[in-house]
Every structure is written in structure tokens, then in C-alpha cells.
């Protein structure tokens, strides 16, 4: 699968290389390829915003939520293409208070601005625990959800193939809940000693 990672942030930058180790191609979207700030030793290549959303079959949307709309524009036409959701909507100088409705999430309101399809993941551990989940001895948990089966399945191996150990959350309407785990595992890391390289799991009785 050709991949394009928009933003070379902490979590863009964590899961780049371990989709590349994997046997991907990969790209990261950037606004300006030859900006410094982009510049890294991981040997991914960066390209346009555009150009890598125009040339991948799935985009992880590795920004935050107050840069959606213009990396939206920004990328043009991605109809039908498969569209991670890894945004987190809450003020995180703030007390993590929400940035959206109640009754919403990040990903119902991204899927109704545009017309690629938009799948919930990589949202609920931080970005230490997805940089080394491929070399853990138990895989970090990760949920899935999105209404198109096929997107859904793609990305569910996708995560699978970067060290993850995956679960089909259903439908896009549980994005509200893997966000609000998501704001779970942030507030326990920022304000109650949680390890930011600290994950979910589950267990069992044999566990």
C-alpha cells in the first residue's frame, strides 16, 4: 500500500518508519518539502501536501485539529481514498476541554468535509508507545472504527503489520468513544504519573 503521513509531528514522525520498515511506501505531506523545520534522518521522503495525498492510497491526517480545514484544502481531491483520523479534539492547554460538541466527534465532522473515507485509529496511545509498538512483547491495543468495511479492513492490517494488536470498534459513530479514551490516556499521563510509553492492552486469564 502507498501511504502518505501528513505533518511530521510527534505521532507522523512515530509511525512513518515503522510503516516503511513494514514493506510500505511512504511519504510524508508536508506544506513546504524544502522547510528545514521538515528536515529528518529517517530517510522517508517529504513532498506537498498535494502531491503526496494525490499519489497515496490511504492518508494518516497526523495534524491537529485546528489545521484540518486547511490541510483539506490543501491536499484537493482525495475522493474515495481511505482517511486515518488520529485527531484528539480537545484544548490540551486547557484541561483537555473539548473542542467539539458532546454529542460529536473529531471524525463524524471530518467525514462530513469530504467525500474520502474516514476511518477512527491511532488515536488512543501517544506517540511513544506507537514508535516501538513493533518490537514490543505485547502488543499495544488499537481500535478501529469506520463505516466502510473494506477501508476499515485495509486499515486494520495496516496497524497489525506496524505492531498493533487490532479490534474492530464497529461503525464511525464509536469514534466519540475511542476519543474519549483517548482523553482518558492523556489526562492520566499529564496530570497522574501515567509513562507516556504505557499502552493499552488486554488480558486474560492465562495472561
Not at 83 to 92: A, G, R, T
Not at 139 to 155: E, G, H, M, R, S
Not at 158 to 184: N, P, Q, S
Request: proline content about 6%; charged content about 20%; overall charge negative.
Amino acid at each position: 500500500m502507498k501511504i502518505a503521513v501528513i505533518g511530521t509531528g510527534r505521532v507522523g514522525s512515530a509511525i512513518a518508519p515503522n510503516i516503511a520498515a513494514a514493506g510500505h511506501d511512504v511519504v510524508y505531506g508536508v506544506r513546504d518539502p524544502a522547510d528545514p523545520k521538515h528536515a529528518g534522518g529517517d530517510g522517508i521522503a517529504r513532498r506537498s501536501t498535494a502531491e503526496a495525498a494525490a499519489w497515496a492510497d490511504i492518508i494518516v491526517l497526523a495534524i491537529g485539529w485546528d489545521a484540518v480545514d486547511g490541510a483539506l484544502a490543501t491536499m484537493g481531491p482525495i475522493t474515495g481514498k481511505i482517511l486515518i483520523d488520529p485527531i484528539n479534539p480537545y484544548d490540551f492547554r486547557n484541561n483537555l476541554a473539548p473542542l467539539i460538541a458532546p454529542d460529536q466527534s473529531a471524525a463524524a465532522l471530518l467525514q462530513a468535509k469530504t467525500d474520502a473515507v474516514v476511518v477512527k485509529a491511532l488515536n488512543q496511545v501517544g506517540s511513544g508507545v506507537m514508535a516501538d509498538a513493533p518490537v514490543r512483547r505485547i502488543k499495544p491495543l488499537q481500535f478501529v472504527a469506520a463505516d466502510d468495511a473494506t477501508a476499515k479492513a485495509a486499515v486494520m492490517q495496516l496497524l497489525a503489520d506496524i505492531g498493533f494488536d487490532v479490534r474492530d470498534a464497529g461503525g464511525l459513530d464509536y469514534a466519540r468513544e475511542l476519543e474519549g479514551m483517548a482523553r482518558l490516556w492523556i489526562a492520566q499521563a499529564f496530570s497522574h504519573g501515567l509513562a507516556p510509553t504505557i499502552g493499552w492492552a488486554l488480558t486474560g486469564p492465562d495472561a
